[in-house]
């Protein structure tokens, strides 16, 4: 199974500019691979019959060095290679449900380029006895990169140099030469358990109104109000960065600069938000005592939930205080949950356990205890009361634990597809 450890790496500033140009190119592969993609999608809909051939999904690349891209060349070749590889990863991603289908890299953000084991080797320094990492070939030659390792790592199969915000970062991924886990196989053990032993080992989370993710044990996962402030206040400047863009000329030097900021006041909420579903999902996946975990199978685009608006005693509406935040929250916590599903269906598969989709139709109006669904049982947008046997509990709460029950179901009549699985191919 691969694995992975990243370490802070520092470049001099001739080593950042041939990086740079490496990562330039084998993003300029792996962006035409996307765009021959779409090419060949839209011309093979339109035609399939005149077209004749499938869409390729090769990693063939050749064929984007010519006269005009032969600055292309002044990179090693396995860098061009790997960006044709790296997109057909992405691609085998997407056929197995983890990911989206491959979109462009972006020059914003995180910048990486993969390196395979032709263009870097390690030496032992015989004066401070340290390892060294050397890159490049002779051909074009980078000499020793120095990082900082804070833990001991094997020898690594290939690495990531990447970039961000001014930091540079090198990622060892290597093979423990252990077998990753199999589905089928967890699947079979869940299965062999009671009910109540089940229910033990589940956790259900649902997306709720206000909290990106709630879990049934009770957990939420949220920002910290630090996080809400600040990034209530980058989304402020994104406003006025995009107003000031539509006023802008098309192609100036300016609407460059203004582009260039916009994407930054991008930066850190698509970090914050990196961070908080990493940390959490790492959480559930390594707590032992959990083997299951159950999502609602949301279509992204259908999650945009928004508080129902109030109406005051003459039936007009009144300004709802929930509803300023809506827009944010909305923007944030859309893309919160897609994330957070990835990533734990990614790790859970590693970890030998297991993410099941559920169908989500009156999930929120279902009494988790005795199974009651009415529209009743929700008197308030955050309260759930049975009208049968009178739980009450918090709504988003009720949820994952309804969503919870659901999985468990579905895993004991069988048939159980994982969020990973074929089945759920979007
Ligand atoms: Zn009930």
Known sequence: ??????????????????????????????????????????????????????????????????????????????????????????????????????????????????????????????????????????????????????????????????????????????????????????????????????????????RGVVTPVMVSSGRRIDFSDIQKSRMEKKERSRKRWQRKLARQQKGSQNRKKTKRRLSRSFEYVKNVRKDVIHKATRDFVSDSDRTLFVVEDLKVKHMTRSPEPKKDES????????????GLNRAILASCWGLFVVLLSYKARRAGKLVLKVSPQFSSQECARCGHIHPDNRPSQAGFVCQRCGLTDNADHNASRVIAKRGIRLLLEGNAPGAGSENSKR
């Open 315 to 326: 039936g007009r509406y009144v300004r709802n205080g929930a509803r300023a935040k809506a």
């Open 1 to 206: 199974m691969q694995t992975g450890k990243r370490f802070r790496a520092y470049p001099t500033p001739a080593q950042e500019k041939i990086l740079l140009r490496w990562i330039g190119h084998q993003r300029f592969i792996y962006n035409a691979k996307v765009s021959e993609d779409r090419y060949y999608r839209a011309f093979a809909k339109k035609a399939v019959s005149l077209s004749g051939t499938p869409v390729p999904v090769d990693q063939e690349y050749a064929r984007f060095i010519g006269p005009e891209t032969s600055w292309l060349r002044e990179v090693p070749s396995p860098i061009l290679r790997n960006g044709a590889v790296r997109w057909k990863q992405a691609y085998a991603r997407f056929f197995s449900g983890l990911a989206r289908r491959p979109t462009f890299k972006g020059k914003d953000g995180r910048q990486s380029v993969w390196i395979t084991s032709e263009l870097f080797s390690f030496r032992t320094n015989d004066e401070t006895h340290c390892e060294e990492l050397i890159l490049g070939t002779k051909k074009f030659p980078l000499g020793v990169l120095s990082f900082k390792a804070q833990t001991p790592y094997s020898r690594p199969a290939s690495l990531h140099v990447s970039v961000e915000a001014g930091k540079w970062f090198v990622s060892f991924s290597s093979d423990d030469g252990l077998p990753e886990p199999k589905e089928e196989d967890t699947i079979s053990w869940l299965r062999m358990l009671s009910e109540e032993e089940l229910e033990g080992k589940t956790l259900g989370f649902d």
